[in-house]
């Protein structure tokens, strides 16, 4: 498969995340005022174009791996994507790192107001697993797994975890193993949590949700340290990085060390996986 070929099934995955999303959070004009404003707030971050839906994708990519149609897969893929932009938007946030801008627009906060954007991070992360529950409520064990699974990722085992090390960090100094600790929490967590979650509702085998685990920890490690590549500058170079902490020179080895810990997780398995080995590729060339 051509890189072009991996984009193709990117953007295809984005869209029907996309498309399920806008049904799910459909507007309704009967509703009362404050609800809809609500609405419109949580369908702001949670459509807005130029998301790259890396982590639904993942989910949707497993999916072809395990050799299961994607609909199996997709509500737990939306409700992946729902916690991380609840994560966005709270991180954004004026008492968090108080961004006015997210992919060239107006962050949320910026566009309604602090409570509305509070509210629609709120709502985001608790329908998240609304939308599992009832999509899989025929599979109670796969349910009841996946929706464990998320919660990890999510809690403060996992993403809100990792953001409270974050704090602390602006205020003391980070080695590598506090560093790798961080974001295997903030960054790391969700990610692998979109692979094994879908591995799951898909009724895989332990061996192979073991594989994927393996597979997609590298791979969110690996993800942000191709953001920290990404945001690198050397006259502003940012403190709790791995670059401030290692140079450029050796977090580029780091990542190459990464991706191929993630693609020896899932050497034996078949060309049907190959979508997930270009991934951890595109990963490590991406430039953006």
Not at 55 to 73: E, I, K, M
Request: charged fraction near 25%; hydrophobic fraction near 45%; proline fraction near 3%.
């Amino acid at each position: 498969m051509t890189s072009i070929g991996l984009e193709a099934k990117m953007e295809a995955a984005a869209a029907e995340v996309a498309g399920l999303l806008d049904k799910v959070f459909a507007t309704d004009a009967e509703r009362a005022e404050g609800w809809q404003k609500l609405n419109e707030s949580m369908r702001y971050s949670l459509l807005q174009e130029g998301a790259k839906r890396f982590r639904p994708t993942l989910s949707l990519l497993t999916a072809d791996a395990l050799g299961v149609d994607r609909s199996a897969v997709l509500p737990f893929a939306c409700a992946v994507e729902c916690v991380h932009t609840y994560s966005l938007i709270h991180d954004d946030l004026p008492s968090m790192d108080n961004d006015d801008f997210r992919r060239g627009k107006p962050t949320n906060h910026k566009k309604f107001d602090e409570a509305t954007a509070i509210l629609a991070g709120d709502a985001l992360l608790t329908d998240a697993f609304g939308i599992v529950a009832e999509a899989y409520v025929e599979v109670p064990e796969a349910a009841v797994r996946s929706i464990l699974e998320l919660s990890r990722a999510a809690g403060s085992q996992g993403m809100v975890g990792g953001q409270a090390i974050d704090l602390a960090a602006k205020k003391t100094n980070f080695d590598f193993e506090d560093l790798r600790l961080l974001h295997l929490l903030k960054t790391g967590a969700l990610i692998r949590v979109a692979s094994v979650g879908a591995a799951i509702v898909a009724g895989a085998s332990e061996e192979q949700i073991e594989d994927l685990s393996d597979y997609a920890s590298s791979l969110g490690l690996a993800f942000q340290v191709a953001d920290d590549i990404l945001d690198y500058s050397q006259e502003r170079p940012e403190s709790g990085s791995y670059c401030a902490l290692l140079g450029p020179e050796k977090t580029r080895e780091l990542l190459h060390e990464l991706t191929d810990e993630a693609l020896e997780a899932i050497i034996d398995w078949d060309d049907r996986a190959e979508p997930l080995r270009e991934l951890a590729q595109f990963n490590l060339h991406r430039t953006r």
